[in-house]
């Protein structure tokens, strides 16, 4: 059974991790984020991709809740007393993977390309793809102004409310390699529990990549990121309720609108009725406490589509 996947970092990367527990890894196909890469101190990071990176690979920091396990700070600590741009915390250890991945970038190499071989230096089994290998970058409109990604979600906390997203750049970019082939080819298809806005809204700015998911032949199954209306973590709740209107599952469904025939969601958040547009609508426990959790939310969500896992 092959299976796509759209996902953001950190909520995608842990229902991923619970994913490959319950479908074999060499069929799972994985379209990450590139919304939120940025350049630090020269370096190229890929913040969501990165997440996924280390969660497969067993060198997540669960305790943090990002970057990798056991890291030590003390370049970044030379970058600070030196005054350099220390804002975004950079471990030793992810520097590393960085430096590899921006002297590629420099060689020519495409991110996708780039990506494939830290996967498999790292062990993992699955496909992890970039949305695209062209420049691809978020930026929020709010109050006090328009920032890039991690200006907002960084440097500044997100604690500005945002009015509005636009993708710089999507007009131009097209689908990585192995992107199209992955969703058309899939026996079903599936949004992690991500951001809809930060985090699977730069995967469907990629036309070509929204067009694949309009025209589907397999059946695509959304996981919601909330839990009685709230993110677990970050300001997704917060973005839904000013810029859908609220937070129930119909507004979460309604960010996929044309694009999902299923939506999996917490006891918590059970609608009333059936939601308009969708096949079906599935109530499961979603918060994914454990591994074994998130097993089971992952084998929901394949359920959902149709087939058992």
Known sequence: MKVAVLSGGVGGARFLRGLVGVVDPADVSIVGTVGDDTEVLGLHISPDLDSILYTLAGLADEERGWGRAGETWQALDTV?????????????????????????????????????????????????????DDPLRTFLETPAGTFPFQTWFVARGHKDEVDALHYAGAPETHAAPGVLDAIRGADVILIAPSNPYVSIGPILAVDEIRSALEQRTAPCVAVSPLVDGRAVKGPADRMLRRLAGGTSPEHVARCYEGLIDVLVVDESDAPAAPIPGLRNTVVTQTLMTDLSAARRLAAAAVHAAGTPA
């Open 80 to 132: 600070a007393r030196l005054g350099g741009e220390a804002w975004f915390k950079l471990g030793d250890c992810d520097i590393g993977l960085h430096l590899v991945r921006t002297q590629l970038l420099r060689e020519g190499v495409p991110l996708s390309e780039a990506t494939e071989r830290l996967a498999h230096a790292l062990g993992l089994e699955v496909a992890l793809l970039p949305a695209t």
